[in-house]
């Protein structure tokens, strides 16, 4: 009994159907993604955007960084789950998809809650250092280029708070990570993301074999 459970499609779908809540707005938002060049691909899987209003709800979080906003289906999740008054920041190098979510967030009436920050993404983590200072954010959420995800890392660990939670997506990446042959940049940038974690000690550390691997991350 204490060994990992192979999910078959039959459990998944079993799963599903125990578990998932959803809604007309999420389902509309995930289909008209999955429309787009590689939208199905870089689509967070329902279940994770639960997974990640969840956790947000838990940490009483009010503060909320994102790096990677593609349709905004994870920001609409995570914003919808902030207390009034609570806002999420997401930064994307453009706003061609996020314009796409951004209609979804304003008709569930999130808009407000959300500020969208177009640029190189490390530029804006350092911007946003600047303007508001370590530990500023409660949680964070990470799911961009791979190629850049340690630096990701490390500038999002100075935004958030001690106890706040850092969610970094991929880091199973198809499974490539544990395949000797694969030696592409992203895979080795996520195995190496993926040592500096195990060895990290600024943090309390957990990778859930759901999607395509989500580690969480609890600053000191």
């Avoid at 990677?68 to 999740?77: I, N």
């Avoid at 951004?102 to 500020?115: L, N, S």
């Avoid at 993404?121 to 961009?144: H, K, Q």
Wanted: hydrophobic residues 45%.
């Amino acid at each position: 009994m204490a060994n990992q459970v192979a999910f078959t499609p039959d459990l998944l779908s079993y799963v599903r159907d125990v578990s998932l809540r959803d809604d007309a707005t999420l389902l509309e938002l995930r289909t008209e993604t999955a429309q787009l060049p590689g939208g199905v691909a870089m689509q967070v899987m329902a279940e994770e955007g639960q997974l990640l209003a969840l956790l947000v709800r838990l940490t009483g979080a009010r503060a909320v960084l994102e790096v990677g906003t593609f349709t905004g289906y994870s920001a609409l999740c995570m914003a919808r789950a902030l207390p009034a008054g609570g806002t999420l920041v997401t930064c994307d190098i453009t706003d061609r998809w996020a314009a796409v979510g951004a209609e979804f967030w304003r008709r569930d009436g999130v808009g407000e809650r959300i500020e969208l920050r177009v640029g190189e993404a490390v530029d804006t983590l350092d911007g946003l250092l600047a303007e508001r200072g370590p530990g500023s954010f409660d949680l964070a959420f990470i799911d961009a280029d791979k190629s850049s995800y340690l630096a990701y890392y490390e500038k999002t660990l100075a935004l958030v708070r001690s106890g706040g939670l850092i969610v970094i997506d991929n880091t199973l990446f198809l499974g490539r990570v544990a395949d000797p042959e694969a030696d592409d940049a992203d895979t080795l940038a996520i195995r190496e993301l993926n040592a500096v974690l195990a060895r990290d000690e600024r943090v309390d550390l957990s990778l859930l074999t759901m999607a395509d691997g989500i580690t969480l991350a609890r600053k000191h």
